[in-house]
């Protein structure tokens, strides 16, 4: 299975490839046929999904990040930084909403990685992302106590209980205003997902009014100081347009957060419509929201002269206006609460779907009946954030963060490319179901099967079961190719193998050269030639499979009539290269931290997941059979 072909067995034992559990996918709408835990509520529109999108980007790091950004990369021409990071992130965007619209259950990334790659890489990122979400969560609460001390005038005025405290001889300086949030913050998200979106929107309303605030407060003291800081001798790139995109590049992580909608598919009453708009409108209204902010700020104070700590506060204070600094602070605590709840929300869900498929152990898989939500996997999500926030500064631990992110953007885009060339043409079913379903359905027997498999085996074809209404001596396929040299050489008995080669060639070609790019330390011929090969593999792979068209059965995979990625494969190849490339520059010191965590979860997978997988004994037929019952 995976890109290259479908194994008949999901051990991959008696003759099969070993490793052919790794490649085990299982159905669009498993987790609505295995309901024995229960079913999420579906109370979310729009609305909902905006105020989750929003709130889960748009935290404190944008009252921030701007001056840190404009100091030391971008200039006057931040928002310009804001404009193409935001580009960037629009190419995942676009990718999770096609495929949040198709496949529209729990577990975001995982899911989709499950249905459309298979069981090991789904597995990665399910465990890349519970890292994510666990020390993101963290992170952000870590960061409340500052903030609603700087609300109320200072340290030294919060309540005992609720400062920073020194355990005596260590280091360690704990923050149970942190926690006491986290278990706040647990509850609500336990008493319902209505109930928790509500909160989320009223804050996150908060947030978004602080923002405009500062829009119009800082347009009018602009236009009332001439705009100092665009009137200046460097111009609006002082550090070129290499510059520029350096600060796209940081940028970017401020984008993240719209995956949490995709989390919430299952919840959706209409996810066809709903969830492609949610996604959009939150990264349009976050986009513009972000530029908006870096126009005035870069605008009211050289970006020179801006304050890396505390940049808008300062830029109002520096034009007379010192009592914005409370309006401001309440934003940036507010935007701190609603990135908490837009972060922890989506941790119970992945753990969910993963404990519904067998992955986990089935208790992060129960869903309350009161509240129509998964009580016990939220419990421990926020126990271990709590504990995390509490007793850790988790600060050196932010890069992992990204990682999680970024390979989840990798992977969906692939997917999106599987979807298109090569989506999953079988399906699987228990072996109790299997021969009176197949004897009923189709009038085939075992042994036809299994004869049939030998046959294509002997012939060189993939190994995808051709079905019966397709003739095997067609002389040719409306599928195969747009130009007529490629056609001579790739038939429909080929053609799956040739494009899944095709796809791992493009992914291989994107790691050469982001690698060489980005890696200074090599000598520069061999970089120059490593960059030379990569680029020739992703633009022979992208020139291939826009020679090939797409298969037609993409129309009735999954849930048909919603949202459709446009710009394939062009998009989704950008979207890779570009998630790659942010992947690679993190650090060796956060790659390091991250292989620890994925060495372990590799271990937990060989020892449960693979054995307790609800695909072990799964065997898979054609999609038609079952299409035609």
């Known amino acids: 299975m995976g890109i290259w072909a479908d194994s008949k067995e999901g051990d991959g034992n008696g003759g099969k490839n070993p490793w052919s559990f790794l490649t085990r996918r299982k159905r669009v709408d498993s987790a609505v046929e295995s309901n024995s835990h229960g079913q999420l509520a579906k109370e979310l529109t729009v609305p909902h999904l905006m105020a989750i999108g929003v709130g889960a980007t748009i935290g404190a790091g944008v009252y921030v990040l701007v001056g840190t950004v404009a100091r030391e990369h971008s200039g006057p021409a931040l928002p310009l930084s804001f404009l193409v990071a ?29 249905i459309c790659v298979g069981e090991g890489v789904a597995w990665l990122i399910g465990w890349a992302l519970i890292l994510e979400y666990t020390i993101g969560g963290a992170a952000v609460a870590r960061g409340i106590t500052p903030n609603l001390a700087a609300l109320i005038g200072g340290m030294e005025n919060l309540p005992s209980f609720l400062s ?10 704990v923050d149970p205003c942190s926690a006491i949030v986290v278990f706040i913050v647990t509850g609500l998200l336990c008493a319902g997902i209505r109930e928790s979106t509500v ?36 111009g609006y790139f002082p550090f070129g347009v290499d510059g520029m995109l350096a600060g796209s590049a940081t940028v970017f992580f401020a984008y993240i957060g719209f995956d949490a909608v995709a989390s919430t598919a299952e919840e959706v009453k209409n996810p066809q419509r709903d969830l492609p708009v949610g996604i959009g409108a939150s990264l349009f209204l976050c986009c513009g929201l972000y530029m908006l902010v870096s126009i005035v700020i870069v605008g ?51 753990l969910m779907a993963m404990a519904r498929d067998g992955l986990l152990p089935p208790f992060f898989s129960d869903i309350n009946k009161n509240s129509q939500v998964p009580v016990k996997s939220t419990i421990v999500t926020g126990l271990v954030a709590a504990l995390l926030a509490f007793s850790m500064e988790v600060s050196e631990l ?25 989506p999953p043409n079988e399906i699987p079913l228990a072996p109790s179901v299997m021969e009176p379903f197949v004897s009923a359905s189709t009038g085939y027997s075992w042994s036809k099967l299994e004869a049939n498999e030998d046959t294509k085996a002997h012939a060189g074809t993939s190994q995808t079961t051709v079905p019966p209404a397709v003739k095997e001596d067609a002389p040719s396929d409306p599928l195969i190719a747009k130009d007529t040299i490629i056609a001579k050489y790739v038939h429909e008995g080929n053609r799956r193998k040739i494009i899944g080669w095709a796809i791992a060639v493009t992914c291989l070609g994107v790691f050469i050269l982001t690698f060489a790019a980005s890696n200074k330390t090599i000598i520069s011929s061999i970089r120059f030639a490593l960059c030379g090969v990569g680029g020739t593999l992703l ?6 499979l826009n020679l090939m068209d797409q298969d037609d059965a993409r129309h009735n995979f999954g849930h048909s009539g919603g949202f459709i990625c446009p710009f394939v494969p062009l998009l989704p190849i950008a979207c890779i290269l570009i998630n790659s490339y942010l992947l690679i520059n993190l650090g060796a010191a956060t790659w390091a ?21 609800t695909l072990k004994e799964a065997v898979y037929v054609p999609a038609t059979q079952v299409a035609d019952t």
């Open 539 to 544: 633009l022979s792979g992208f020139v291939f």
């Open 164 to 173: 920073w405290h020194t355990i005596p001889g260590t280091n360690i300086v």
């Open 86 to 114: 935001g580009f960037a992130a629009a190419l995942s965007a676009l990718c999770y909403a096609e495929l949040a619209s198709r496949c529209p259950s729990a577990g975001s990334a995982y899911h989709y990685s499950y």
């Open 398 to 422: 932010a890069g992992m963060v990204s990682v999680g992110t970024l390979l989840a953007f990798t992977v969906v885009a692939i997917s999106v490319l599987i979807l298109r060339y090569i």
């Open 593 to 613: 931290r991250v292989s620890i965590w994925l060495a372990i979860g590799i271990v937990v997978y060989v020892f449960y997941g693979r054995s307790h997988s």
């Open 300 to 350: 009211l104070v050289p970006y020179y002269a801006i304050n890396a700590d505390t940049p808008i506060s300062s830029a109002f204070a520096d034009n007379g206006m010192q009592w914005a600094a409370y309006v401001i602070n309440a934003g940036a605590f507010t935007a701190l609460c609603a990135s908490l709840l837009g972060g922890i929300l989506p941790q119970p869900r992945i």
């Open 199 to 234: 909160v989320q929107s009223v804050v996150t309303t908060v947030n978004i009014f602080a923002l405009i605030f500062v829009i119009i407060g800082g347009g009018y003291l602009g236009f009332k100081s001439g705009w100092v800081g665009y009137q200046l001798p460097t």
